[in-house]
């Protein structure tokens, strides 16, 4: 399975910063343009809940702001709580990385200027994922492999063979694809 998402977009507010127990988590609100028009002429918007643990969690609360442009990957997730005897549903994206795009000048990251500069971050990231989804199902493989022949089995599970294979096929395609055909897609600020 594939669980992946890269989002360009800037902060609603600041951030809220706390910890729950020895945990550090820092959630905020990222408003995605969709790249197209409403019927009235406005830019069609998402605004997505995101939310980060960790020393992720630090940079976002001390080196971001309302208003600042962001890149990030992350995995969707979806979760239910109950509040005032009511079940509630959230989706929100669990934050992996995170670039800054709009640091000020003193600032001394690298800052994608062009859209072509953006695709290649882009592009960067999900290879970086791809490689490791390939290595996760290697060694998933022969986890599942060494399983089999402790069970006595001579093949493996025809679910999990199957399963494997899909994953190898979504890799393939993601490699196969080119950064300058989302170049189009991407803007910048």
């Not at 800054?100 to 994608?112: D, E, H, R, W």
């Not at 493996?156 to 950064?179: A, C, F, G, R, W």
Request: aromatic content about 6%; charged content about 30%.
């Amino acid at each position: 399975m594939l669980n992946k998402s890269v989002l360009v977009g800037r902060l609603t507010k600041d951030p809220a910063y706390y910890k729950k127990g020895e945990i550090i988590i820092s959630t905020f609100c990222l408003a995605v343009e969709r790249g197209y028009k409403t019927k009235d002429g406005t830019i069609a918007v998402d605004f997505i809940v995101c939310k980060a643990f960790g020393k992720l969690a630090h940079n976002i609360h001390e080196y971001t702001k309302k208003g600042q442009l962001v890149a990030l990957t992350g995995q969707i997730q979806s979760r239910a709580y109950v509040k005032d005897d009511k079940k509630h549903y959230i989706t929100e994206i669990i934050c992996e990385t995170i670039k800054f795009l709009n640091m000020p000048a003193s600032s001394k990251s690298t800052i994608p200027q062009t859209k072509e500069e953006m695709s290649e971050l882009i592009s960067e990231s999900a290879e970086s994922y791809a490689s490791d989804l390939s290595s996760k199902v290697a060694k998933e493989k022969l986890r599942a492999e060494a399983l089999a022949k402790e069970n006595g089995e001579n093949n493996l599970d025809e679910k999990l063979y199957s399963e494997y294979h899909n994953v190898v096929d979504v890799i393939k395609e993601t490699e196969q694809q080119t950064p300058d055909a989302d170049a189009s897609k991407v803007t910048t600020s």
